[in-house]
């Protein structure tokens, strides 16, 4: 185990649905970051907050929107998701404040949009 | 219609031989390599990391060699295992932040 934990593991959700995905870090990081992992593309980066400030959004449709309600959960909040949206969704957290370091990942959440 | 996925570059190696997975990466600011190893079903896991002022880093079982020269990052797995299988990564940071850009993986399957 990473110290990062995710839920549900798996979501199947239609178009029209709203669900949340959960990130937990037991780490004592104060960094967290939401990539997505499609079977077209690479690992990509989506947001990153830092002491529950988002400092990075990678240009993600605002049918994503993330929330840091504190430096230890991360949530992603998804509506009116499209097919092309299904995907492996990986979180991760890191120190933050030391440049670029290693981060940790959770299991991922397996999406499905119907 | 059937959804076409991305190509995975794949090794296949005896078990006990050594493993090199190659990767190339783009851009000449990057000063910091982390190589990753995902198995099925879970999230990518550090394995090694090198700084750009280093050319060779050493790990348990694992080398990992920078060659900035032409942009080349290795990672070598020394008398590969079983539990070896899995896709590698490498990840590049470009100098700036924590925003690391991946490459699409190596998928490394263990021979008997």
């Known amino acids: 185990e990473t110290g990062v934990t995710q839920t549900p593991r798996h979501l199947v959700m239609g178009m029209t649905n709203k669900k949340s995905l959960k990130c937990e870090q037991h780490?004592?990081?104060?960094?967290m970051y939401w990539y997505k992992q499609s079977a077209k593309k690479p690992l990509e980066l989506m947001f990153v907050?830092?002491?529950?400030?988002?400092?990075e959004n990678n240009s993600v449709p605002s049918r994503f929107s993330p929330e840091c309600p504190n430096s230890s959960h991360l949530f992603l909040h998804l509506h009116t998701l499209q097919p092309e949206d299904s995907a492996l969704y990986l979180c991760?957290?890191?120190?933050?404040?030391?440049?670029?370091?290693?981060?940790?990942f959770g299991p991922g959440t397996r999406l499905t949009v119907t | 219609g059937e959804s076409v996925g991305l190509h995975l570059p794949t090794l296949s190696v005896q078990e006990g031989d050594n493993s090199i997975i190659n990767c190339a990466y783009s851009?000449?600011?990057?000063?910091?390599f982390i190589w990753y190893k995902q198995e099925s079903g879970k999230g990518p896991q550090f394995i090694i990391d090198?700084?750009?002022?280093?050319d060779k880093r050493q790990g348990q079982r694992v080398t990992v060699l920078l060659n900035k020269t032409v942009k080349h990052l290795s990672l070598q797995i020394a008398a590969t295992q079983p539990g070896d299988s899995a896709v590698y990564f490498c990840?590049?940071?470009?100098?700036?932040?924590?925003?690391?850009?991946f490459g699409p993986g190596t998928r490394l399957s263990v021979l008997p």
């Open positions: 907050y830092n002491f529950k400030e988002q400092t």
């Open positions: 090198i700084r750009s002022n280093m």
């Open positions: 991760a957290s890191s120190p933050s404040g030391q440049g670029a370091v290693e981060q940790y």
């Open positions: 990840a590049e940071n470009r100098g700036y932040g924590q925003n690391f850009v």
């Open positions: 851009n000449s600011a990057s000063d910091y």
């Open positions: 780490l004592g990081h104060n960094a």
